[in-house]
């Protein structure tokens, strides 16, 4: 039976989602708030986390991220009230696995539901999946990556992907693993954002029985998994600065010292990394070593943003119109000129990821051949009106000063949200608030 934890603090809204996951089969227990969320999953263990982003004592988010702290490999959906997706889009560069905007629908939130458990089988090791329902692009952006893939792949060189969430960087490895001399070996794929900080090493290097508390077997690591092939290490700068050190001896010695172990055990495997920042401003920073750095970048591929590739929008538009079409059982041909419109004119800060996901979404909702915008996401909508409004708009020049003054506030108090709060004269959730409107990095 799955059982789900489900983190809303509108209680009319947590009883109908409580009866309606009910229905369809799942065990839920609902709260109301961090705290009690928290204890919670000290006690209990879930197979999914459906947390509304604004809580009273703080964040979905919050509670996400102490499940991961503490090594618990649970999939989240985010439910947010919000009109921008880049509140969503922030979620899910957090680790989370999907977003749902409210008012939620029901077949919508079911399809997402099921995705996340789904996935989840494979987390946080993903192997050999097949990448069929990728595709190229044709414009000349499209072009210049695969012509440096073509040259890349076939040597043994460690590979940096850099690019922004959802461009398509595990997908980039995979081809480059398939066009290697390694693609009849293993391709391991592993989320250092997923890795808790004290089991990270063993993760990565394995242990022996009695290495620390709770290793009662020996177990192999992700590095001898792949041995003879390729280890994908996506947001490998989320890995802290001692597991660096020993993923860099590694690399030097081509050999992994397990935990535990006296043994030095010898590993073939080629390193391909990826990045959502720019590692050498984590190295500047003193968050990355820099000879780490070096040693894995000796081939940089910088994956385009999907507002920068406006001449391969059609095809990827049309592509998951048939990949969704197949997924559930719909026939939709074509979008309507008008949600074509607003699929152009969106800058899409999730990339291929966000668009797939709207397109799935479009697909779900339309019973006819032809998807309208009504089936578009409200809050994308709001985006593009938003952005259309002329810059001689008086609110939108006092929203553009708010914003100014709001990201001074958290500069001046090193972005400690309650000092800012009070220095703002607005309470902390009306902070909160403002600061996922107007996409303030904090």
């Known amino acids: 039976m799955v059982k789900i ?96 905007t409210k008012p939620v629908n029901p077949d919508e939130l079911m399809m997402i539901i099921k995705n996340a458990l789904h996935t989840d089988k494979k987390q946080p090791i993903n192997e050999n999946t097949p990448i069929a329902d990728f595709i190229r692009g044709k414009s000349a952006d499209a072009d210049k990556l695969y012509a440096y893939i073509d040259v890349v792949a076939p040597t043994d060189m460690a590979v940096v992907i850099q690019g922004e969430t959802g461009t398509g960087k595990e997908y980039a490895a995979r081809i480059i693993h398939q066009q290697s001399k390694r693609s009849h070996k293993p391709f391991i794929s592993v989320d250092c954002g997923a890795l808790s900080k004290d089991l990270a090493a063993s993760e990565l290097f394995g242990h022996i029985k009695g290495a620390f508390t709770g290793a009662v077997t020996d177990k192999k690591g ?164 938003y952005a259309s409004k002329p810059q001689s708009d008086l609110k939108l020049i006092n929203e553009a000063n708010e914003k100014e003054l709001i990201q001074r506030t958290l500069e001046k108090v090193k972005y400690n949200k309650s000092k800012a709060a009070k220095l703002l004269n607005i309470d902390r959730k009306t902070l909160y608030s403002k600061i996922e409107r107007y996409g303030i990095e904090v």
């Open 5 to 100: 934890l489900l983190v809303e603090d509108d209680i009319t809204f947590s009883q109908l989602l409580f009866g309606f996951l009910q229905k369809n089969g799942y065990t839920i227990d609902a709260v109301a708030n961090v705290k009690s969320a928290l204890k919670l999953l000290k006690q209990q263990s879930y197979n999914l986390l459906l947390l509304d982003y604004r809580l009273p004592d703080g964040t979905g988010l919050d509670i996400f991220s102490n499940a991961r702290q503490n090594g618990l490999k649970i999939p989240a959906i985010i439910m947010t009230s919000f009109n921008d997706v880049r509140t969503a889009v922030k979620a899910i560069q957090a680790g989370a696995f999907d977003y749902i």
């Open 222 to 385: 992700l590095f001898e998994v792949a041995d003879g092939g390729t280890l994908f290490l996506d947001e490998v700068g989320n890995l802290n600065y001692e597991v660096q050190i020993k993923l860099l001896r590694a690399l030097q010695e081509k050999s992994i010292h397990p935990l535990g172990d006296t043994r030095l055990v010898k590993v073939d495997v080629r390193i391909i990394t990826a990045t959502n920042d720019d590692l050498l401003n984590s190295v500047n920073q003193g968050d990355f070593r820099q000879d780490l750095y070096h040693r894995l970048n000796e081939f940089k591929l910088q994956l385009p943003a999907l507002r920068d590739r406006h001449n391969d929008l059609d095809l990827f538009i049309n592509h998951f119109i048939k990949q969704s079409n197949t997924e559930l059982g719909r026939s939709v041909q074509s979008i309507s000129p008008e949600a074509r419109k607003v699929l152009k004119q969106y800058d899409w800060p999730g990339n291929l990821r966000e668009l797939r996901n709207v397109i799935k979404r479009m697909v779900l909702l339309t019973p006819s051949s032809v998807a309208s915008v009504e089936s578009l996401p409200e809050e994308m909508l709001f985006t593009i009106t």
